[in-house]
């Protein structure tokens, strides 16, 4: 399995109040991907980075902001979290090499907003 | 636009027997890299199978093989044997090359019945 870490893993919030996801990667793969997973719609991509402090929208990205200071950590925060951000969130690495584009996947995190 | 579209939320298949899972897709572009996820109740993503859509050979991995119909842009997966631990949702996800950006298709819900 591919280190990839999430941390929390379980959090509840209260609307309005901003949150942050970590996402640890021990793989030194350049890209690092945020997806949100919601019955209907399968997995949704928020941002994504192709290196460190190089960071791109993704097809959902309203309301959420992404860093990388770092190759292993990429950071997601809801700046002002609200019930519709209230989901499952998976991190994602892959790399350009032998692995050629495949994504392997956090643990996830539940987040909800109350 | 580039889209995955998996037409059957749910499927039941009994234990040793054999299942296929539909996927279509639709792109424009030539080159690009088809994906089957599982997903078990624990939530976490795994890699099935891929395929490159320059390759003509069916990819197969153990149980699991695949039906590649480029001209009808269907990407089928076929579970032979299927076990218990089969049991999850499985999405069909495509990926151009040299982009970074997955399209997932909702998902199916597959219950091996024992």
């Known amino acids: 399995d591919a280190g990839i870490t999430q941390s929390p893993r379980h959090k509840v919030t209260e609307t309005g109040t901003p949150v942050t996801l970590r996402c640890h990667q021990t793989?030194?793969?350049?890209?690092m991907y945020w997806y949100r997973q919601d019955p209907g719609h399968g997995l949704r991509l928020i941002h994504y980075?192709?290196?460190?402090?190089?960071?791109d929208k993704g097809e959902v990205s309203d309301g959420y902001s992404v860093s990388r200071s770092k190759t292993e950590d990429f950071l997601l925060t809801l700046e002002s979290a609200t019930s519709s951000q209230t989901s499952v969130y998976f991190c994602?690495?892959?790399?350009?090499?032998?692995?050629?584009?495949?994504?392997?996947f956090g643990p996830g995190t539940r987040l909800t907003v109350l | 636009a580039q889209t995955v579209t998996q037409s059957q939320p749910e499927m039941s298949v009994q234990e040793a027997e054999t299942v296929t899972l539909s996927c279509t897709y639709d792109?424009?572009?030539?080159?690009?890299?088809l994906f089957w996820y599982k997903q078990p109740p624990s939530r976490q993503m795994i890699l099935v199978i891929r395929?490159?859509?320059?390759?003509?050979q069916n990819a197969t991995e153990n149980r699991f093989s695949v039906n590649f119909q480029k001209a009808a842009k269907s990407f089928s997966l076929k579970i032979s044997d299927s076990q218990l631990g089969d049991t999850a949702m499985y999405f069909c996800?495509?990926?151009?090359?040299?982009?970074?950006?997955?399209?997932f298709g909702t998902g199916t819900r597959l219950k091996v019945l024992a």
């Open positions: 994602a690495i892959s790399d350009r090499g032998l692995a050629k584009d495949t994504q392997y």
């Open positions: 793989e030194n793969h350049r890209y």
């Open positions: 980075s192709y290196g460190v402090k190089d960071t």
């Open positions: 792109t424009s572009e030539s080159n690009y890299y």
């Open positions: 395929q490159e859509a320059y390759k003509q």
């Open positions: 996800a495509s990926l151009i090359s040299g982009t970074y950006k997955y399209i």
